[in-house]
């Protein structure tokens, strides 16, 4: 049975190279060049042309070569019968916690401030807030944002999460649903976005929950560009309530070159680079289920389609 690889934009030579190192005789196939579509069961995707796999009669997975499957989702005409499903995998979810870590710190510490500050030669000692003085929260506590939380929480941090059941995770405040999300963003003085993008977390990011916000919050994004509704947060950092934003997506990737994004002085741009899957890491997972599928076994980390992550 052949993989094929549909991918508009990931590292597909290092997919390719990965599977081949670990299965010599392995057929890898690189969409378009599919081969005898009927012959094609097992896809890895990423920001695949949509349409594509209804060219495949017997298809019957499509694994995300990353943690999230809006990309995969969002087509129309995904063929019904599809199992979906997504990456999980130690290092990408201890990158994630430590990209967050080292974007909280920065600003906290104001290391950007004191960079400016250098360019000017001047000397100008801030006061700071201290771990314990500071309320995080992060929304979503799945895989990635419960680890980042609790490493958050080892900092000192107060850290509270928010997801859409109820959820127990030691030392952090948790709040579950719409009828807890102003409670969590009430003491939320940097908000951290970890969910993934569907129809109802579309958009979260808006002016009216930035206005639950405490005065001068700060803003980390580094779930999907979807999440956040670009004008709410240029207008809430002009008007001072908001007082940073460290953004790693964006609605359109690349970010094009005139977005005003770019030039903002306190928004931090980083290019999708948050945690990046390893496909050394991750072949292992893919490879387990192609021969569970072959096996007729249940596969790991399939994905709801009805929930959509
Ligand atoms: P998971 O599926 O493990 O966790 C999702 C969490 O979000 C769950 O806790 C879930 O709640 C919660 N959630 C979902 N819908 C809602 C809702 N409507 N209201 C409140 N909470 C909700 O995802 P991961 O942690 O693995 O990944 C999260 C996202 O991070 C990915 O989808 C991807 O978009 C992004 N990502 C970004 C990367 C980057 O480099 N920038 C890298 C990797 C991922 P519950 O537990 O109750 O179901
Ligand atoms: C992912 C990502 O979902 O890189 O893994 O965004």
Same mark, same amino acid.
């Given at each position: ?9 990931? &590292? ?18 690189? &969409? ?142 948790? &709040? ?132 959509? &992550?």
């Amino acid at each position: 049975m052949p993989i094929i690889i549909v991918n508009q934009s990931r &590292y597909i030579r290092h997919w390719v190279d990965t599977l081949k190192a670990k299965r010599p005789d392995l057929d890898v196939r690189v &969409y378009p060049d599919a081969g005898a579509p009927e012959e094609i069961e097992f896809a890895l995707a990423w920001n695949h042309p949509l349409g594509a796999f209804q060219e495949f009669p017997n298809l019957k997975c499509i694994a995300s070569t990353g943690a999230g499957v809006d990309h995969i989702l969002r087509d129309p005409d995904l063929p019904a019968q599809v199992q979906i499903t997504r990456i999980v995998d130690e290092n990408l979810t201890h990158d994630m916690a430590t990209f967050v870590t080292a974007l909280v710190l920065n600003h906290v510490r104001d290391l950007d401030g004191y960079k400016e500050a250098q360019r000017e030669r001047t000397w100008a000692q801030k006061r700071y807030l201290r771990t314990q003085d500071l309320g995080i929260g992060v929304m979503g506590l799945g895989v990635l944002g419960s680890y980042t939380a609790l490493q958050l929480r080892k900092l000192g941090f107060r850290v509270q999460g928010w997801a859409k059941s109820p959820k127990v995770l030691e030392d952090i405040g948790t &709040y579950a649903g719409p009828e807890e999300l102003d409670a969590f963003l009430a003491s939320s003085r940097i908000l951290v976005c970890l969910l993934p993008l569907t129809p109802e977390t579309a958009n979260i990011l808006n002016k009216e929950t930035f206005q639950k916000l405490p005065k001068d919050a700060f803003i980390i994004n580094v779930a999907r560009g979807e999440h956040l509704v670009e004008q709410d947060l240029i207008e809430m950092l002009d008007d001072g309530h908001l007082s940073g934003a460290s953004l790693d997506v964006f609605r359109e990737e690349p970010l094009p070159e005139n977005h005003p994004f770019w030039s903002h002085p306190r928004i931090n741009v980083t290019p999708h680079i948050a945690s990046v899957t390893n496909p050394e890491s991750a072949v292992e997972q893919i490879l387990e289920n192609y021969d569970r599928l072959q096996k007729k076994e249940p596969l790991l980390n399939v994905v709801s389609r009805t929930k959509g &992550y």
